[in-house]
């Protein structure tokens, strides 16, 4: 494992060095360490201009032989998913890599027997169980492309995305539970497809026995399905030889317009990229547990919960449940139960821990405990000491993890115990990743400790290489601001070490508890609401979700109840989005300022939003100067 693992501070250079000097030398070594069909030769051919990246393209594999098969000799009796369940009553389940194996492939074989193969689209949309897992990875075996929606998502949301992926396959749950709550995937889902006639079959798993219908011909019951299978004694599918750049999975995420776009992730280089990044940077070793908080309807939780860990022959914890339900313990009573030595979670999470004192930490034992991550948004200095003394108890490394959906794994963090921590900073890019910042003209920066935006100058292996249907629209996202380079959206600044530190998103994009949202998208949905003439979203920093989200709301009905309105329009949102896109502040206006030409001073509203009220910049160029006084005037506190 010498070139693969990082065990000193000097390797850490040595390998940096490297893979920037000759990176196709450098990943074909990190490659060889995987389980391939037919060894890649190509390594990598890319082109940013006209984006173009592919790595390993020769290489033929599957990720779950990978994670699964190559571990069975060894360690088929470890366990590979530790499954916690919402209510601490209920008992945990755990699936040895044997386990998962037998019904990775059982449901490898329903899905077959249901008519899916290579290529199609199956959208996943369940709670955190481990037939969630289990059905991502049967879709790997059997080559087939996932797309997990996460289970806040709304029935409009749903639909946009089965329509943009043409998925005829979606696997569901009767219900889920989260904390008190008790949701009804299924009834989403069914109203969901009453735009999508495409569907052709709706695999539906049991959790809460909620009553649902069951649509004859199109639904079936994943334990049924199950029972098919076994009674006809089908059991291994034979992994489908895939292509290393064949599609793996969609996952949609927000961007600046109004519309989600399906980032596409391939096979071979995600496969690298999140299992080099999870060994290393968590200084994995062999028998440690690793709880990851996060969904799997998030990168994250793909990254970080499957396809990494997996790959390493880890044990990961899955969580059904919420930090704060029944009591705002559950982490810790987690971390004791399970002897849990990697934790990683959200800065919102230690935010919102934080807020409940030391009580429900108290006489816990979190001494097994010997890395901390933290990833999704930018962390303050408070939170991160809090993590630090109460949580590490000043002995684990806290590992500050930046980056995003679109490059697949960990990008810029420092290595537990080998490269330095600082607080609030990312710190230094892991090997293959080449930083840059550029000012508003795409000029790079030298100098340090400026703000600017951040770029990187060359393919790794995890990036993205599509947005799903239109790679225009990809070129245009990520290559076209700065030509030549991938465009992160994100600003940072960086010290004389070399550390970045991430200041938040540049473009129209709001991090609610770790969460990405357009603005665009909030105020699409805002506008759909019958009276309101025109909206402007922005952020605002907000205690513990890191953001919140403003609305500015011109609604022509200006006689009636506000309140009212203002709870029909959370509900719209909610209806057309989900609830995670619900502004937190709905403040009606007359008019919003614009310029001349007509468009919308969002850094005036959101210099308002913030509190400003005096430095609102330049508001000569404003068609109606006096709109600015009403709105300071009425500013929700
Ligand atoms: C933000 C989550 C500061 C950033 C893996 C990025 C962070 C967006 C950090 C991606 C961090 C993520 N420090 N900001 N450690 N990690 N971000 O796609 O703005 O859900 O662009 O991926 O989260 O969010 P996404």
Not at 98 to 105: F, Q, T
Not at 241 to 250: G, K, R
Not at 518 to 523: D, I, N, P
Not at 574 to 590: E, H, L, N, W
């Amino acid at each position: 494992m010498s070139v693969f693992k990082i065990s000193s501070l000097e390797q850490y250079h040595q390998q940096y060095r490297e893979s920037v000097e000759n990176p196709e030398k450098f990943w074909a070594r990190i490659a060889a360490h995987f389980h391939w069909h037919k060894q890649p030769k190509n390594i990598l051919e890319w082109n940013f201009d006209n984006f173009d990246v592919k790595w390993f393209r020769d290489g033929e594999l599957n990720i779950t032989e990978n994670c699964l098969d190559r571990h069975l000799a060894d360690r088929g009796e470890t366990p590979a998913l530790i499954w916690e369940p919402n209510d601490p009553e209920e008992h945990h389940r755990v699936l040895t890599y044997n386990d998962l194996h037998e019904k990775v492939n059982q449901f490898a074989q329903v899905l077959k027997q249901n008519g899916a193969k290579k290529g199609d689209r199956i959208c996943i949309y369940m709670g955190m169980i481990p037939e969630l897992a289990i059905a991502v990875l049967a879709c790997a075996r059997i080559g087939a492309i996932h797309s997990v929606i996460f289970g806040g998502f709304s029935a409009k949301s749903i639909s946009d995305r089965l329509q943009d992926a043409q998925a005829a396959y979606v696997i569901t749950c009767d219900g889920a539970y989260r904390g008190a709550k008790d949701i009804p995937l299924k009834e989403v889902i069914d109203d969901a497809l009453i735009a999508c006639p495409f569907v052709k079959r709706v695999i539906v798993c049991t959790r809460t026995r909620r009553p649902i219908s069951m649509i004859k011909g199109r639904d079936v019951w994943w334990e049924d399905e199950i029972k098919k299978v076994e009674t006809l004694g089908l059991k291994n599918v034979h992994p489908e030889v895939m292509n290393a750049e064949d599609e793996l999975f969609i996952l949609y995420t927000s961007g600046s317009t109004g519309k989600p776009k399906g980032v596409v992730h391939t096979i071979g280089g995600y496969m690298v990229y999140t299992n080099y990044s999870f060994v290393n940077v968590f200084q994995y070793k062999p028998g440690d547990v690793h709880f990851c908080t996060a969904d799997i309807g998030w990168i994250t939780g793909h990254s970080y919960i499957l396809y990494g860990p997996l790959c390493a022959g880890a044990t990961s914890l899955m969580f059904e449940g919420i930090p704060t339900w029944p009591d705002a313990g559950r982490f810790w009573d987690i971390v004791e139960k399970y002897q849990v030595n990697i934790l990683y979670t959200a800065p919102t999470a230690i935010r919102s821990l934080m807020g409940f004192g030391m009580d429900h930490i108290t006489g816990k034992d979190l001494s097994s405990l010997k890395v901390l991550g933290t990833v999704g948004e930018p962390i303050n200095e408070e939170a991160w000491h809090w993590y630090d003394n109460n949580i590490g108890k000043n002995n684990s490394p806290v590992v500050d993890t930046w980056w995003q959906t679109e490059t697949g794994g960990i990008m810029i963090s420092n290595i537990a115990g080998i490269t330095s921590a600082k607080p609030t900073f990312a710190t230094l890019p892991l090997p293959g990743v080449q930083p840059l910042l550029v000012d508003e003209n795409g000029v790079e920066i030298i100098e340090n400790n400026v703000s600017g935006n951040l770029c990187m100058r060359a393919p790794w292996p995890g990036m993205l290489r599509t947005t799903y249907g239109d790679h225009e629209r990809c070129k245009k996202t990520y290559f076209s601001t700065y030509p030549g380079l991938y465009f992160t959206g994100d600003g940072a600044t960086r010290d004389d070490e070399g550390n970045y530190r991430i200041t938040g998103r540049v473009d129209d994009v709001l991090n609610v508890s770790g969460h990405r949202i357009g603005t665009a998208e909030v105020e699409n949905a805002i506008n759909m609401h019958a009276g309101v003439v025109e909206s402007a979203v922005v952020g605002y920093p907000h205690d513990v979700k890191g953001q919140g989200i403003y609305a500015y709301v011109i609604d022509e009905n200006t006689h009636g109840d506000e309140e009212l309105t203002r709870r029909d329009i959370l509900q719209t949102v909610t209806r057309i989005i989900g609830a995670i896109a619900k502004p937190d502040k709905i403040q009606f206006v007359s008019g919003l300022p614009k310029t001349r030409s007509g468009k919308i001073m969002r850094r005036i509203l959101r210099k308002i939003a913030e509190g400003e009220t005096q430095n609102l910049g330049d508001t000569s160029t404003l068609l109606d100067p006096g709109v600015v006084d009403e709105i300071i005037k009425g500013k929700l506190v």
